[in-house]
Structures are given as structure tokens and as C-alpha cells.
């Protein structure tokens, strides 16, 4: 648990999140595109990337239970600089901005909840950026495997090469020693 809320206060908050469901690569923000909610992932699995020279240059990979989206979008209202997109069918509960903002501003559980959950995203950001930087291509894929193996089975290797900025071949023969 990040935070604990009062049953009340949960069940107002969540009474406010609409279920929708996505087909599989379906773009569900554009570049440039301001975030408009904040999803929660029931199931499926999706990717955000940007266009780098024509090539799709995976950010992350977002599966149940997580929540998706931009960011920086979101909380900024800028648009993005990226894309999301689902890789499989998806299905989501979401929340508009405004409502969003409308019961962090009432509810104090919910703002400090939100809190610690963007404080955990940057420490994996961060925790990811420096694997980037420090690890070998050996290194980076060990890691990848440790902490999310499940995506082995669930996404193409062309992305996960793009994800872990590992040439595919590379992948496959890291994939083919496991």
C-alpha cells in the first residue's frame, strides 16, 4: 500500500473512473496531443515511444495493475512529446484531469497518495536512466529479465531491443543463452 484512504474517500474518488476498452495498436495519445485522463490498466499491455529517424524508440511498458499515460503531459496540460499506444487490447479505468484535480483539492489522502506514487515513477526513472548510462548491453538485459520477465511472453523483441536500446540480433542472442 503507498498510502492509506478511508473506504469513503476511496469510493467517492473511484466512483468518478470510467471502464473503457481499447483495441490493440490503437494510439491513445499523439505527439503534441495534451494527456486528457489518467488510466489505471485492468489488462493488456501498452508502450509509449517517440519517432527517432523514422525507427519507434521505446520509453516504457505499462500492464496491469499500473497506471498509464504522459506524465508530464497530464500533470503539466503541455502537450507530449511522445506517443502512447496499446500493444494488445486494453482495457482501462479512467479519469479526466479536471475531476482528477477536483478531488485531489478536497481530498488530502488522495493528493498525498498521488504524491508517493509520482515520488516511486521517478525513482524508477531514475533507477532506469542510470541502468542506460552504467550498464552493458549484458547488464541491461539481466536486469530486464529480473525485474520484468513476463514482457518476454507479452511483447514483440523488436521493442523490448528498442526498450533496452539493444540491437534485435543482439536480443536474440541474449534471449537464445537464457
Known sequence: MIHPISDDIYNEYI???????IPKNTIMTWENEVQKYLYFVKSGVQK???????????????????????PESFITQSPSKYFLATITESTFLRISYSKHIELLEKYRPIETLF??????????????YYEMISFDINKRFSSFVE??????????????????RIHPTNLSKLISKM
Request: glycine share 4%; no cysteine; aromatic share 12%.
Open 15 to 21: 466512483s468518478h473512473w470510467e471502464e473503457v476498452s
Open 48 to 70: 509509449s515511444y517517440y519517432i527517432n529517424e523514422g525507427k519507434e524508440e521505446i520509453i516504457e511498458f505499462t500492464y496491469s495493475p499500473s497506471f498509464t499515460g504522459i
Open 115 to 128: 504524491r508517493k506514487a509520482t515520488e516511486l515513477i521517478l525513482v524508477d526513472i531514475l533507477n532506469r
Open 147 to 164: 525485474k520484468r520477465s513476463e514482457l518476454l511472453q507479452l511483447v514483440n523483441q523488436k521493442d523490448i531491443a528498442s526498450y533496452l
